[in-house]
């Protein structure tokens, strides 16, 4: 059956196409709100998406229809993985100590590298999946996660995160909050995991650097490298009874844990278009811009401690194209539902508790 087929349920109804999907959403008339017997039939029937929203005016009905699903390149996106997981298990290595030969390692050169790796793709898998199933399940056209492998020589970690792509509009400020906040809760709840196993391997070492502003470190190049602070993690160091008296001398689980917690506080960011901008801009609507101004000011100053934040506020400005306003949406009048709200508050929490004013000492 086609979407217009349930037209005689609404009072009020609009259909939109969005590239590939067609997407109709209408006010139920108040005998099938429940909805009735009928209209649940056709719900059965129905071979899209569809999903409820309550307003003032009563209960609207909005229903996707995606044409023809676009034909993955899957081979790019499995190799892309594949090499980053070299490259992430050779950054690995070196971070274990290991003379790796960059370009001809050994095997118990990668061997040694995986604890690192494996974990650190986990997570970010679970991130860009978060984002990519729930797309799909509204049906938006949305690239499978694209990993983006990097020479571990030059940034120790072996990558430069992971993306999907979405080719379509979002149409409400719902399916924003859900593609959005997806990913930061699916990294999370792999992070802290990776974390706690990691901090509970981690060696204290007295004869470690001075502590300063973090309370954690690697050695990188023959050298103490000091990872700082972030809230989940002095937590989680207070919860396995390690405190903060003696400097910790990370495993290579824990630095994969680390980053992971790193990465997702920088998505978080509620600037343009990242993670923390969708969430925000489902939240606030336009008033995301006053979140993102504050925010965007306050990585001035933050950058004297660690200048990558300068680095941040600058492709902040880069991804929205000069302007940290998120887009708007198809059906940009509807707010979230109180469900979703704390949601969004969670987020919010996710991100002050991940964030870590001085990253690298």
Do not use: C, K
Request: a positive charge; glycine letters at 8%.
């Amino acid at each position: 059956m086609t979407e217009l087929a349930f037209t005689p349920y609404f009072t009020y109804w609009r259909s939109v196409e969005l590239g590939s999907r067609v997407v109709l959403e209408g006010l139920v008339a108040p005998e099938h709100a429940l909805p009735s017997p009928a209209l649940a039939r056709d719900l059965a029937r129905w071979d899209g998406a569809h999903y409820w929203q309550r307003s003032s005016d009563g209960r609207w009905l909005v229903l996707v229809r995606e044409d023809a699903p676009q034909r993955e390149r899957w081979w790019l996106h499995a190799l892309l993985l594949a090499v980053t997981l070299v490259t992430t298990t050779l950054g690995g290595a070196a971070l274990a100590g290991a003379d790796v030969r960059w370009w001809l390692p050994t095997i118990a050169q990668l061997r040694a590298g995986l604890p690192f790796s494996i974990p650190l793709l986990a997570i970010l898998f679970a991130h860009e999946s978060g984002h990519y199933v729930t797309a799909r399940r509204y049906r938006v056209n949305a690239s499978p996660p694209y990993f983006i492998p990097f020479p571990a020589s030059w940034n120790i970690i072996g990558t430069l995160g992971a993306f999907i792509r979405l080719r379509s509009p979002l149409f409400d400020r719902r399916t924003l909050f859900d593609v959005g906040a997806g990913g930061p809760f699916a990294g999370a709840l792999v992070a802290i995991p990776v974390v706690l196993i990691g901090l509970a391997r981690s060696v204290p070492d007295s004869t470690g650097p001075a502590l300063t502003a973090a309370h954690q470190y690697i050695t990188v190049a023959g050298g103490p490298a000091l990872l700082g602070d972030s809230l989940v993690l002095v937590l989680a160091r207070m919860a396995l009874g390690l405190g903060t008296a003696v400097p910790l001398r990370l495993d290579l689980v824990a630095v994969a844990g680390w980053v992971g917690l790193f990465i997702t506080s920088l998505n978080l960011l509620p600037l343009a278009q990242f993670d923390g901008g969708h969430i925000a801009y489902a939240l606030f609507g336009r008033r995301q811009l006053w979140v993102a101004r504050v925010l965007w000011v306050a990585l001035l100053p933050l950058g004297r401690l660690w200048p990558g934040w300068w680095v941040w506020a600058v492709l902040a400005l880069l991804v929205g194209r000069g302007s940290l306003l998120h887009p708007p949406v198809i059906a940009d009048e509807r707010p979230l539902d109180a469900r979703r709200r704390a949601a969004g508050w969670l987020a919010v929490a996710l991100f002050l508790i991940t964030f870590s004013p001085m990253p690298i000492v």
